[in-house]
């Protein structure tokens, strides 16, 4: 069967950098990604990987690699707005996203 | 980045009345729309794949005549849920996936919170 596994909670501390892993077994890979969703709101985009390696956008990074079936997300300089839950989700062979039942981020001063 | 709005944000109405909830791509062409329900501190829960022009490809355990989706153009999706009840009380997400190179990205509507009286 195809799974995706992620924390379900995290807590860290503003100022700090913290990791969020995800592990994917899946029929396939067409590329994986990490979306950011407040309690609330939609899942805004956060980044994709579809190569192994770190892609950088400011202060998020995310890593792949594809022979591990593992991918981590990489926050610094955490402020309170980065409480959020954070969407793991991996395109299958057939560009069917599977989702991650997502990690709470708890930022605490 | 692409857009796609979804309309109402909110709606509140009485058991047994029908809601339509519409999702739109407004600057890019969506062959694929997804419907979403989401509890709360719960992960989205994929509910249809809609694609333009054809049926809704429905997840397990997801009610056909419950929740009607159609698809009739590239750009607008509707879930239709039939004879709301309290327990259809739900958040609400259209995504669609298009906007250039199709990298597989989604671009997700605003939400519709939806509660039933």
């Known amino acids: 069967g195809q799974n995706i596994d992620q924390p379900t909670e995290m807590t860290a501390t503003e100022g700090a950098i913290v990791q969020i892993n995800c592990t994917y077994q899946t029929s396939g890979f067409n590329g994986l990604f990490w979306y950011q969703q407040h309690a609330g709101e939609a899942p805004t985009f956060l980044s994709y990987n579809v190569l192994d390696g770190l892609e950088e956008k ?8 594809r022979s591990k079936g593992y ?3 990489l926050l610094k300089e955490l402020q309170m707005k980065d409480s959020a839950s954070y969407l793991c989700a991996v395109l299958d062979s057939n560009y069917q996203l599977i989702w991650g039942a997502g990690t709470k ?5 | 980045g692409a857009v796609v709005s979804q309309h ?3 709606v509140i109405c009485k058991s047994g009345t029908s809601v339509k909830i519409e999702c739109r791509s407004l600057d890019f062409q969506a062959t694929t729309m997804f419907w979403y329900r989401q509890f709360p501190k719960q992960s989205l829960m994929l509910m249809a794949t809609s694609n333009e022009g054809s049926k809704a490809t429905y997840e397990q355990g997801v009610e056909k005549d419950k ?4 698809h009739a153009s590239l750009t607008l999706s509707t ?3 039939t004879s709301a009840h309290p327990e259809d009380s739900s958040f609400y997400i259209c995504s669609a996936k298009g906007g250039g190179e199709d990298t597989g990205e989604l671009f997700f509507g605003e939400g519709s ?3 039933v009286l």
């Open chain 1, 58 to 65: 400011g202060r998020f990074s995310s890593f792949l690699s």
């Open chain 1, 71 to 73: 991918s981590y997300l």
């Open chain 1, 105 to 109: 981020l708890i930022i605490k001063p």
């Open chain 2, 8 to 10: 109402p944000s909110w």
């Open chain 2, 67 to 70: 929740f009607l989706i159609n």
């Open chain 2, 79 to 81: 879930l239709t849920v």
């Open chain 2, 113 to 115: 919170r939806l509660t």
